[in-house]
């Protein structure tokens, strides 16, 4: 399994940003898949998820109406648009497998993308 996080960067307040995550070495499509941050100092924090079909999406209250996660089957890629952004979502985003699901969000993964750093600041 291996997962690459792409796309962070540093940005002002209210600006957007695209995060991507290449998937290999497994069938993408068979896995619910989500994006997991982690800010300095701070544990992990569940950002959102999709499920295989695409049907279902998750998002943390944090960033509901801010954050759009999508993916490509057909390209083993996932996404995150992020618009908005404010200084909070500072973190070092990363992408995860999920192998088990319990509604209405909680979630468990069993691999982690390295992870791509999101820097917002004026």
């Known amino acids: 399994v291996q997962l690459v996080e792409s796309g962070g960067g540093m940005v002002q307040p209210g600006g957007s940003l695209r995060l991507s995550c290449a998937a290999s070495g497994f069938s993408f499509a068979s896995y619910a898949m989500s994006w997991v941050r982690q800010a300095p100092g701070k544990g992990p924090e569940w950002v959102s998820s999709?499920?295989?079909?695409?049907?279902?999406?998750n998002y943390a209250d944090s960033v509901k109406g801010r954050f759009t996660i999508s993916r490509d089957n057909a390209k083993n890629t996932l996404y995150l648009q992020m618009n908005n952004l404010k200084p909070e979502d500072t973190a070092l985003y990363h992408c995860?497998?999920?192998?088990?699901?319990?509604?209405?969000?909680?979630?468990?993964?069993?691999?982690w993308g390295q992870g791509t750093q999101v820097t917002v600041s004026s």
């Open positions: 999709i499920h295989t079909s695409s049907s279902t999406t």
């Open positions: 995860a497998r999920v192998t088990s699901y319990v509604p209405p969000d909680r979630y468990e993964y069993d691999s």
